[in-house]
Nanobody, 126 residues
Framework: QVQLVESGGGLVQAGGSLRLSCAAS??????????VGWFRQAPGNQREFVSR????????YYSNSVLGRFTISRDNGVNEIYLQMNSLKPEDTAVYYC?????????????????WGQGTQVTVSS
């Protein structure tokens, strides 16, 4: 089992920055490492992919809507995954979730992730 806890959300003005953290504990049932994805869900919208990172941190992917503004990273020494969000826009307002899946199985699809955090609210004012 992998337990995930997000933090770092809040209210920020357009153009500002936030850094989300995802604290992970445990290991997948496979006993190996895990890929991590960030997803977000705005009211009335479906949950959408934001970014993902491989277990070793060498593969990173972003949605077109955040490419160039957001940066994903991880520190396996302290079991944390980060999402640095710069140049925030009102349309980035959503609940942000981190999710984990078995190493090598990360995708852009939320249904491929069996482990989820509770989410953290990000609100960007215009």
């Amino acid at each position: 089992q992998v337990q995930l806890v997000e933090s770092g959300g809040g209210l920020v003005q357009a153009g500002g920055s936030l850094r989300l953290s995802c604290a992970a504990s445990g290991r997948p049932d496979s006993g190996y490492g895990y890929d991590v994805g960030w997803f977000r869900q705005a009211p009335g919208n479906q949950r959408e992919f934001v970014s993902r990172i491989s277990w070793g941190g060498d593969f990173r992917y972003y949605s077109n809507s955040v490419l160039g503004r957001f940066t994903i990273s991880r520190d396996n020494g302290v079991n944390e995954i980060y999402l640095q969000m710069n140049s925030l826009k009102p349309e980035d307002t959503a609940v942000y979730y981190c999710a984990a899946t078995y190493a090598g199985r990360g995708t852009d699809q939320d249904y491929d992730y069996p482990y989820w955090g509770q989410g953290t609210q990000v609100t960007v004012s215009s």
